[in-house]
């Protein structure tokens, strides 16, 4: 198979609109006149074709129907190629795929901004907010690498824009998450992560009533938190306990306050005090009983009952920590393991 | 088309980009100005729409990702997230024709994904020139089938799956107002709403619907 070479008379018409059409033309002589009717006027468009151009190139590549009829003007001689014949041609010679996409690319940009000037105002959002929202929802869901990643995008973008301050501090706050935790959990992969220890401190925030305008984080407080959490990850939880008490002893910000007093139960956990953590967490999760970390501490609870013997106590409540559920939740899955072992070590 | 992509490939290396397994490769709102060719791993395409992350697509090797992002410096409609460890060609304005001269099935494959963009484009813009917010709703619907290569010559229930939201977002209409029109939609029997997707019962009925109504609107 080859293209063709066919003649069409003045006056006869090469497609219609509206037609299925899997074949591309190229005018070799002649006139040939395309006319379409514009999406947004209304008004009868027609665009002559010039001597070598091909036409009807995209409803025979995409598919689609004609959206013009193809009228000859003065007899024609035109060039018919199935799209394997014009994407073998194409292929030999790259300019006419360059100049197509130069065309395709205008049409694109034309009939983008038509949509876009009908949608209505509230579905565009403003790019900047837009852009720091993204960083606000990966930091919340503990996914720290993207959030940092959008953080910054947003400060080389606006480095003196509206949220400049806080994605400061949130860059601040996801590098240490981000140090301690590793780089959260790429999109719907959750099975892979084992965040199960990073605290969520969006959540946190939200139950302590403090709007994510209040840029605070990198007050001294937020630093001798970070600096106390720091000990813990290099396993120093002496110190830790004793930076954390200082903290929740200051009593200055009921955020940092709630933070210290659930990593110093942590603390307890990892100095073997288990009796005092097992104290500890319980009172957290009586005073909140909506913490957003209860799963966690409970966790904490039953592993010091296990460390202490005793296994029944830790594994009903290892139980009742799974049916809190869901399945997929990464401290679900952890006590799941948990349970499985113990119970492996039973037998 | 993907095994020639292969070799060809190798002498653009320079211009590859490596990105870790869960790395953004470009963030949603951020202003663009290149676009990439998958060499090997997945990548996810998200929106975050609310409070929800929305998973739009997910793009195996030789597939093009990023490509409006040569229109214009537009902002990114969309996050693009490596799945895996992801090796890319990132096509820039000035690499853009060395690349392309040198490899015409990217080339190639470019043009078809623009003659897609246009069509979907339009096919957009006939839903947005609807009066009848009704007949936009419905119109979302339709184009789905014909997203799906659904014939509806022969098919009368379609189960698609998408939201409430998604069809605010198609129809260029508020949420709330979207959900009037679906709710009476359900009332009538015409659908069934669920939370992860929307049955339409006889597809043709809003086909008609919408004809009338263009038609209506000509006049």
Known sequence: MSPKAVQYRTGSIIYFKGEQGDKIFLLNSGK???????????????????????????????????????????????????????????????????????????????????????????????????????????????????????????????????????????????????????????????????????????????ASGQGPAAAEETSGLAQAYYNAVSLITQEKYLEAFKALKKILEGGADPEYSSKAEFDMAKCLFYLKQYDNCIKSFTAIAQKFPKHPELKDALFFVGRSYEEKGEKARAGSLYKKIISMGPEDDPVVR????????????KV | MSPALGPDLSMFNRFSKLFRKGDIIFC???????????????????????????????????????????????????????????????????????????????????????????????????????DDVEAKVADVFLMLAENQAIDMSTVDTIDFKTTADDISHWAGIPPGQCREVLNHFVAQRKIELYPDRIVVKIINDFARFVSTRRKHQEK
């Open chain 1, 32 to 206: 040939v006149s395309l006319s379409s009717v514009d999406i947004e006027t209304g008004q009868v468009l027609r665009d002559q074709i010039k001597m070598g151009e091909f036409f009807g190139v995209k409803s025979a590549l995409g598919r689609y129907i004609r959206e013009e009829d193809a009228v000859v003007l003065q007899d024609a001689a035109v060039m018919v190629f199935s799209v394997p014949e014009f994407e073998q041609l194409a292929s030999k010679n790259t300019r006419i795929i360059m100049k197509m996409l130069k065309v395709f690319s205008n049409q694109l940009r034309r009939v983008h901004r038509q949509v876009q000037n009908l949608m209505v105002s509230d579905e565009q959002v403003n790019p900047e907010t837009g852009l720091y929202k993204i960083g606000e929802y990966y930091l919340k869901n503990k996914r720290y690498g993207q959030a940092l990643h959008a953080y910054k995008k947003y400060l080389v973008y606006y480095p003196s824009g509206a949220y400049a301050t806080e994605a400061t501090s949130k860059i601040v706050q996801a590098e240490e998450y981000l140090s301690r935790y590793g780089s959260g959990v790429p999109a719907a992969s959750f099975v892979a992560a084992d965040s199960s220890q990073a605290p969520a401190p969006a959540a946190l925030r939200a």
């Open chain 1, 334 to 345: 952890k006590v799941r393991k948990a349970l499985r072992s113990m119970e492996g070590e």
């Open chain 2, 28 to 130: 949603e709102y951020e202003p663009g100005d290149t676009f990439y060719l998958i060499q090997s791993g997945r990548v996810q395409i998200v929106r975050i729409i609310g409070d929800l992350e929305k998973n739009i697509d997910i793009l195996n090797p030789t597939e093009v990702f990023g490509e409006m992002a040569i229109l214009e410096e537009a902002p990114r409609s969309a996050t693009a997230i490596a799945l895996d460890d992801v090796k890319a060609l990132e096509f820039n304005r000035e690499n853009f024709e060395v690349l392309m001269m040198g490899n015409p099935q990217i080339a190639m494959k470019l043009l078809k994904l623009f003659v897609k963009r246009i069509y979907d484009q339009k096919r957009r813009f006939m839903i947005l020139t609807l």
